[in-house]
């Protein structure tokens, strides 16, 4: 089939949410429409020892949470599925950020009974500085919820797109009877078992429980007041990520998935062009194409290996092809490759833009590498750095073991879970993570794969504010705005906090103050 043909099928999301909100049980539910599993593995594996498919390693096994992303892939009628897994945890690190440059759309969950959290609100701002397209899941209609305007109007408050409601429910909770398809004009019924039955709207005056239901008359009321806003659906805003299709259901009973999975994937846009060296790549460009968006060493504890995963961007990408690594122009044999299902791994033979595949890396690569087919190599856009939020000191426990403990942060840093940092005053090593939890994570890797034994001294959160190396002078810091040098060499101030900064800002106008996440918004 051709490159063309190929790259048509692929739809390649991430499903992004605040914990609890319903991921995992969502993903199952995808995975079992795609036969890659045949039951859920009781979420969590909280109350049977089993885990979800998506949550595999070692430490996520043990605290029963996603740290990392996995890549899950499957056919599903004309299409070929391809998900990437974001960490759902509160403390997530600059790798969930990543995984969004390497997808074509997102699945946003929201829990019906909470709304915006925090951690939807993070992810929402990534979505929105790239553009991707946003799906709007709205999840645990089976329980006493919020107020559905309520929902809608917080969305478009907080994170500022339009939404278009494509089904409307009929009560919620103990009173949940299902849902009103906009689009098909029926309504669909909850059984509170799977089968969902459709009863077109001209019918329902033959159903008396229903017509004269208090709940499904005020269902259509609202339906009126939604059709009377006026709100248009336009395929074209939701492609450019500025309407969201909204879909009320149940991701556990399960109710209203298969629907919203299915016109989900109808809708959800094929791989776009790419920007790279100023041009626009297009996916059906006949040469292979792709860019390393992670690297994770040790997948395997019994090989320790490390991988790298490369987003397809274009072309056809088979096994033992040669391509030429952008950064250093070398040619490079790609003869161990494997695409993943969580743990298991298979070796891939081809694949296609959109696709997720993972190269064997004796070392050799970086995040944000290009790797072309053939002589002429471009470079697609840097990924852009995202600005960490925790900062700690770390040293070795025991003095003797250096050697490892170097190669080890080398390597975790490498891999993009944590940024190192030297203070300029004592030469320490700094790590600043996104979130809590990856220092937790860095911890035991290091014990783990490297045999070191690391400790922290707290310096607290702080406000990263990158600096014009032309305009530092020493003398301006202290502890309360800790300089130090990233890995690149570039300066930064730690501010203790938001008022240590306004008074750094007052003291000395001259000096630019570089927030990382704004830059990277207007270099979009
Ligand atoms: P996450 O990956 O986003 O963190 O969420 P996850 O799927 O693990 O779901 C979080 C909890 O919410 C789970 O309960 C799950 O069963 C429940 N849940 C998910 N979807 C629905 C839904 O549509 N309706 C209802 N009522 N619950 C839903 P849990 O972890 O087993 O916690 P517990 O309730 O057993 O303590």
Known sequence: MSVQNEMKKRRTFAIISHPDAGKTTLTEKFLLFGNLIRESGTVKGKKSGKFATSDWMDIEKQRGISVTSSVMNFPYKDYQVNILDTPGHEDFSEDTYRTLTAVDSVVMIIDGTKGIEAQTLKLFKVCKMRGI??????????????????????????????????????????????????????????????????????????????????????????????????????????????????FFGSALAPFGVRTFFEEFISMAPQPAPRKASGDMISPDKEEFSGFIFKIQANMNPAHRDRVAFVRVCSG???????????????????????????????????AYAGDIIGIYDPNVYRIGDTLVEGKETFHFEELPQFPPEVFKKVVV?????????????????????????????????????????????????????????????DIGERIPRWLKSEQVDRSKFDDRSLLVKDREENYLALFKNDFSLRWFQDKNPDIDLIDLFEVNQYSQ
């Open 133 to 246: 397209p946003i799906f709007t899941f709205i999840n645990k209609l089976d329980r006493e919820g919020r107020d559905p305007f309520d929902l809608l109007d917080e969305i478009e408050g907080e994170l500022g797109i339009e939404t278009y409601a494509m089904n409307w429910p009929v009560g919620m909770g103990k009173r949940f009877k299902g849902i009103l398809d906009r689009q098909n004009e029926q309504f669909v019924q909850f059984t509170g078992n799977e089968t969902e039955t459709s009863i077109p709207y001209d019918e329902i005056n033959d159903h008396p429980e229903l017509a004269d239901d208090e709940t499904f008359a005020s269902a259509f009321e609202e339906l009126e007041l939604l059709d009377g806003a006026g709100v248009e659906f336009s395929m074209d805003a939701v492609q450019q990520g500025e309407q969201t299709p909204v």
């Open 316 to 350: 056809k990408f088979e096994r033992g092809m040669n391509v030429t690594l952008d950064r250093t122009g070398k040619s490079i044999k790609l003869a161990q490759t494997q695409q993943f299902v969580a743990s298991s791994r298979e070796t891939i033979q081809e």
């Open 397 to 457: 426990e025991n003095v003797m073991k250096s050697k490892q403990f170097k190669k080890g942060l080398e390597q975790l840093v490498q891999e993009g879970a944590i940024q190192l940092f030297r203070s300029l005053r004592s030469d320490e090593y700094i790590i600043g993570a996104v979130g809590q939890l990856q220092y937790e994570v860095f911890e035991y890797r290091m014990k783990n794969e490297y045999n070191v034994g690391v400790r922290f001294e």
